[in-house]
Nanobody, 118 residues
Framework: VQLQASGGGSVQPGGSLRLSCATS????????IGWSRQAPGKEREGLLC????????YYAGSVKGRFTVSRENAKNTVYLQMNSLKPEDTAIYYC????????????WGQGTLVTVSS
């Protein structure tokens, strides 16, 4: 089982980035995928999750309206679209898999660093 987040980088405040979570070793169609982040010196924070049917659950009010998630099962990939980025969005972003969005995380992927700075 592998989950690999990619697409991070440096962006100016107000900019956008799209992260990808490439998965392998399991049937993506059956599972939910969540996104979390960990900022320097802070605990990991759950952001949002997409169910196997495409339903999105937000855990962090700070990203609602700015971030969204989508999935492309045929490509075994889930995307995190981040708009209107702020310096406080600077963090390492991780994807994870679980049976449902309210279930315990089964596996974490490698993270990707997002830096928002002018």
């Amino acid at each position: 089982v592998q989950l690999q987040a990619s697409g991070g980088g440096s962006v100016q405040p107000g900019g956008s980035l799209r992260l990808s979570c490439a998965t392998s070793g399991f049937t993506l169609d059956d599972l939910a995928i969540g996104w979390s982040r960990q900022a320097p010196g802070k605990e990991r924070e759950g952001l949002l999750c997409i169910s196997n049917t495409g339903r999105i659950t937000y855990y962090a009010g700070s990203v609602k309206g700015r971030f969204t998630v989508s999935r492309e099962n045929a490509k075994n990939t889930v995307y995190l679209q981040m708009n209107s980025l702020k310096p406080e969005d600077t963090a390492i972003y991780y994807c994870n898999r679980r049976w449902h969005c309210h279930s315990t995380v089964q596996d974490w992927g490698q993270g990707t660093l997002v830096t928002v700075s002018s």
